[in-house]
Nanobody, 118 residues
């Protein structure tokens, strides 16, 4: 499975961006899809995840209420709508896919850079 993340860019604080993650195979077969991010000099951290049907979503405390994850299995794509962006949201954002019901993520995309200016 290949994952292609896109949609990153430069935005001012308070602005919005929508990231997309296109999968080479049916996302319907992926139990969970997620977004992670890694800021310069920091470890990669969890941002958001969504269950296979889209009815279950999970967020890091730092983004809850500002970010929304969604998936369109017909398009094999997962989205991350990011609103009210802050400079501390600056990072490379990665999408990932997990096949099983538990455990780590099996597939990772190449990352897309989000830069939020103050």
């Amino acid at each position: 499975v290949q994952l292609q993340a896109s949609g990153g860019g430069l935005v001012q604080a308070g602005g919005s961006l929508r990231l997309s993650c296109a999968a080479s195979e049916r996302t319907f077969s992926m139990n969970r899809m997620g977004w992670f991010r890694q800021a310069p000099g920091q470890e990669r951290e969890f941002v958001a995840a969504i269950g296979w049907s889209g009815s279950s979503t999970y967020y890091a405390d730092s983004v809850r209420g500002r970010f929304t994850i969604s998936r369109d299995n017909a398009k094999n794509t997962v989205y991350l709508q990011m609103n009210s962006l802050k400079p501390e949201d600056t990072a490379v954002y990665y999408c990932a896919a997990r096949v099983g019901r538990a455990g780590g993520y099996d597939y990772w995309g190449q990352g897309t850079l989000v830069t939020v200016s103050s």
